[in-house]
């Protein structure tokens, strides 16, 4: 028996099945394999960068080829956690600039027209689309308070702006 999946896991993810310790990581593409498992139930492990650890009980039968396994990010920013900072009078524009920060023009004359701070995660950022929930609803803020005028002024390197413009 072989237990395999398709795209939906990352290829930083690790996959386990202590009880038989048997494992592997994922390939590009997000597949995996693990070879000659017998019928039975099974607790899988599934482990990677920036998302929560996942394990779950599997019920392997002879005639099961293949299973699928959605990890959901690990989002330590988020929609919500804009809104939170909003309320907390201390919004951000997030960038990742990686290991050397992204130089902003006029950094301090944007930040104090628009009560807003930029703020660069480096190069351990979180997942993408996790940066991008949380600036769209700051870009929403902005719009809001100050009309479109600040969209011109942005930096462009901000994540989710050039996307949210068109």
């Known amino acids: ?23 592997t990581c ?18 899988l492990e ?36 804009a809104i939170s900072d909003i309320k907390l009078n201390k919004p951000r524009l997030l960038l990742v600039g990686g290991i050397a920060p992204t130089y902003i023009a006029n950094k301090e004359v944007f930040e104090n027209k628009y009560n807003i701070q930029y703020e660069d995660l480096g190069c351990v950022a979180p997942p993408q689309e996790c940066i991008e929930q949380y600036n769209l609803e700051i870009f929403e803020y902005l719009d809001e308070k100050y009309g479109e005028v600040w969209r011109s002024e942005v930096n462009e390197n901000v994540i989710g702006i050039e996307k949210w413009q068109q």
């Open 1 to 23: 028996m072989r237990i395999a999946t398709g795209d939906v896991i990352p290829t930083n993810a690790c996959l386990r099945i202590s009880s038989i310790k048997k494992g």
């Open 26 to 43: 994922a390939k590009e593409g997000g597949y995996f394999s693990i070879d000659s498992v017998q019928s039975g139930a099974y607790k």
């Open 46 to 81: 599934v482990v990677g960068l920036g998302f929560d650890k996942f394990d779950t009980i599997i019920n392997v039968t002879s005639n099961m080829e293949t299973i699928e396994i959605i990890l959901l990010e690990k989002c330590e920013v988020d929609r919500e956690t």
